[in-house]
């Protein structure tokens, strides 16, 4: 019995990354390396102009004078950035129709993805912006929503056509100071999602943006900014995955949310880069920065699923700036195998009567690592800062790791700051428990985990939450046994 | 329906069962009773197929079939169904989803059609009846913060869920008051058909004022070492197992 379970388990290990494919594609790509030169070349690509140029020379020269501090959690081999290709664009199959066509190898390859590009075919409730590699291929339902005055593009298409918005907002809330990673992405950033909801305008769908790293040896350095303007409201979705690799890729991303006075913005992940394989070899590293800033009685809310990438760095940060703002953190991380996650969030309170949430829940199977890492920081004009935490980890055997590094800051005495954390181990007496009602281990173990993340998974849209439920328990397939 | 012959079972090495004999037919009840430590669970655990326990000698035949060749959740949907001594909290999986859960997957691997969601509801509503179970019970999280005693029947009404057709009952009565003894004994005699059995295991004669026993079997030391009928709880109940060392030692 024990012999048929550990076969069962090792076929599912064997298979459980369905999104490993390659799209066979000619690629434009600038070599690898990284120079001033290789700076102004990808601005040049883009037919940037001089503002943005300067911008990023800025960053690369600040960027080329920092070094690398690892505080996290995380065993992080040395990276060579002269070994990485910045900018690699798919090169058409074909000649094509219109600018707004697609080559038809890159549409299978979304389609593969469960992401059809036809706006027929699509969920009517989602319009998607598909990134591969350093370029945009597609944003669908653009003109419904330009109709209500959104703007929802590529992030190089609004520097061309919204050049003044980019400039009032990009590096607003992340300045290419800020750390690391952010300044190398202010250097080299090639495409992504911009977003604009103007004032009263909710967006009558979700947008949603789906990364796709698919050349081998490239970085993807992608940027996002969504401006939500006053007592507006959007549903955002971020999506990723990565071709099989023997290979590490980096993968460095910045997303800027601006919530203004009384706006809502929901910003939902559902990251599943290539983890690399079984012995820890290869998959994505996930360097990331995102942060929000939100003006008075607005209210941003992240919610992840983060099951991908050999490495994750990331904590989603709000910036409570305007009296009465809301922010919450809801986080599902699971790590297995050779996996290493250091996660959390930073909630700054500098309004008053301002409020944040956080929900984590950690999971770790296999040999992995899995960190929560917050910062709760109230200033001292933030008079009744509320934040309440709850940081949990679920073990799943015995050769992983969790942690929790909670890290409170309080400048006004009228602050109330809760933190709870527990950790818990999936026993084997629940999952016999199971069986014995009839419920195999898969999916009993998909059952106990999705139990133990509902608070956070009730937080994403409907669709979301479902794919997030399988992802989930495939993540975790043979990691008890 | 159920041949157990000379099972030997054991845990880290200590043996625990030595030599196990019974035989269970459709329509029975048998109860099992002996002092701590003496294999009771041990006993339950095995015919579960908890692998905690590994089994050493001997062997089990239920319905036709080697039963210790089958996986815990085949015995399952077999018809084999343990209520815990000791029953297991699943926090944030709601007792409608689990049931949902292990009433489809059964389903499935017996080649039956799921049910669906208005049948589903309503067996829960019918069943619910037959433990006297609260409404609300059903929306928490598998027996997380129920009382000892919600637990016992929460099991019971597992147990009505799924009409297993072999039920072994693990100290069912224990951590139960007079009430809810009452409850759960009127719920597993309601559930009782003449193509079912049932074996009971229990430290105590008053169980079994409600629920009578066809066979009474005294455990000790890992072996059956007597058998009668009723009658004979409320010998040992008299005499206390002190009557039955004397016998053996």
New interface residues.
């Given amino acids: 019995?024990?012999e048929?379970?550990d076969k069962i388990l090792d076929e599912v290990t064997n298979s459980d990354y369905k999104y490993g494919f390659v799209t066979d594609v000619d690629n434009d790509d600038i070599g690898k390396g990284l120079n001033e030169d290789v700076v102004r070349i990808i601005s040049s690509k883009k037919n940037e102009p001089e503002w943005l140029l300067d911008y990023r020379l800025k960053a690369f020269r600040h960027w080329k004078e920092m070094e690398f501090k690892n505080w996290a959690h995380l065993d992080i081999p040395e990276i060579n950035y002269q070994d990485i290709i910045y900018y690699s664009a798919p090169k058409p199959t074909k000649v094509l129709d219109s600018m707004d066509d697609v080559d038809p190898e890159l549409r299978k390859t979304f389609e593969k993805l469960g992401i059809p590009l036809d706006e027929q075919k699509m969920l009517s409730g989602v319009a998607v912006d598909a990134v591969i590699d350093s370029v945009s291929v597609k944003t669908t339902f653009k003109e419904n929503l330009a109709e209500r005055g959104i703007i929802f593009c590529s992030f190089s298409e609004a520097v061309r056509d919204y050049p003044d918005l980019v400039k009032k907002y990009l590096g607003s809330v992340v300045p290419y100071t800020d750390n690391f990673f952010a300044a190398l992405n202010s250097a080299v950033f090639s495409d992504g999602s911009f977003c604009y909801i103007p004032k009263g305008v909710r967006s009558p769908m979700e947008l949603s943006t789906y990364f796709r790293i698919n050349a081998a040896n490239t970085g993807q350095f992608e940027r996002t900014l969504i401006v939500a303007d006053d007592d507006s409201f959007v549903s955002y979705l971020e999506g990723c995955t990565a071709p099989q690799r023997d290979e590490n890729q980096l993968h460095a991303a910045i997303v800027e949310i601006i919530v203004n006075k009384g706006a809502e913005v929901k910003y939902s992940t559902v990251q599943n880069w290539y983890p690399g394989n079984k012995e820890g070899l290869g998959g994505i590293f996930n360097f990331v920065t995102k942060r929000g800033i939100i003006g008075e009685s607005g209210k941003l809310s992240w919610s992840q699923v983060e099951t991908g990438s050999a490495i994750t760095w990331k904590y989603p940060s709000c910036i409570l700036k305007g009296d009465n703002a809301i922010a919450e953190f809801y986080s599902v991380a699971v790590t297995n195998n050779y996996q290493q996650a250091d996660t959390g969030t930073k909630m700054i309170h500098i309004g008053k009567n301002t409020s944040s949430t956080i929900i984590s829940k950690g999971i770790s199977a296999g040999k992995s690592d899995n960190s929560y890492r917050g910062l709760v920081k109230v200033l001292k004009g933030a008079e009744n800062a509320r934040n309440f935490s709850q940081c949990d980890s679920l073990l799943l055997g015995d050769k992983c790791g969790a942690h929790t590094y909670p890290y409170i800051e309080v400048d006004n005495n009228t602050a109330v700051v809760e933190h709870e954390a527990t950790t818990?181990k999936i026993?084997?007496?629940?999952i016999?428990?199971?069986?014995?009602?009839?419920?195999?281990?898969e999916?009993a173990i998909g059952?106990?985990v999705?139990?133990?993340?509902?608070?956070v998974l009730s937080k994403l849209p409907m669709e979301f939450a479902v794919e997030a439920q399988k992802l989930l328990q495939i993540s975790l397939e043979g990691s008890v046994g | 329906m159920l041949k157990i012959k000379n099972l030997k079972a054991s845990i880290n090495n200590k043996e625990i069962l030595k030599g196990i004999n019974l035989e269970v037919k459709p329509g029975e009840v048998h109860a099992i009773m002996g002092p701590n430590g003496s294999g009771k669970s041990t006993l339950a655990a095995v015919l579960a197929g908890n692998e905690v326990f590994e089994v050493t000698e001997g062997e089990i035949t239920y319905l036709g079939e080697d039963l210790l060749n089958l996986s815990v959740e085949k015995r399952a949907s077999k018809g084999i169904f343990l209520g815990f001594q000791y029953p297991i909290e699943i926090p944030g999986v709601s007792m409608v989803n689990f049931m949902k859960s292990a009433v489809n997957e059964q389903r499935k691997t017996r080649g039956e059609e799921p049910l669906t969601a208005s049948a589903f509801l309503k067996l829960m509503r019918e069943k619910k009846e037959i433990v006297e179970l609260e409404a609300k019970l059903t929306n928490r999280s598998v027996n997380e913060g129920f009382s000892g005693g919600e637990k016992k029947k929460n099991e019971i009404f597992q147990m009505a869920m799924l009409e297993p057709k072999l039920a072994i009952l693990d100290e069912t009565d224990s951590g139960l008051d007079i009430d809810a003894l009452r409850i759960v004994a009127n719920g597993i005699n309601k559930l009782k058909t003449k193509d079912n059995a049932t074996i009971v295991i229990t430290h105590y004669q008053r169980l079994l004022d409600y629920i009578v026993p066809d066979f009474v079997h005294i455990l000790y030391n890992g072996r059956i070492v007597k058998t009668a009928g009723k009658e004979l709880a409320l010998e040992l109940e008299e005499k206390g197992y002190d009557w039955i060392k004397s016998q053996i030692d």
């Avoid at chain 1, 016999?432 to 281990?441: A, E, K, L, S, V």
Wanted: with cysteine; proline share 4%; net charge negative.
């Fill in positions: 019995m024990k048929n379970e818990s026993g084997e007496d629940q016999f428990y199971c069986n014995q009602r009839g419920i195999p281990t999916e059952l106990i999705n139990g133990y993340a509902k608070d």
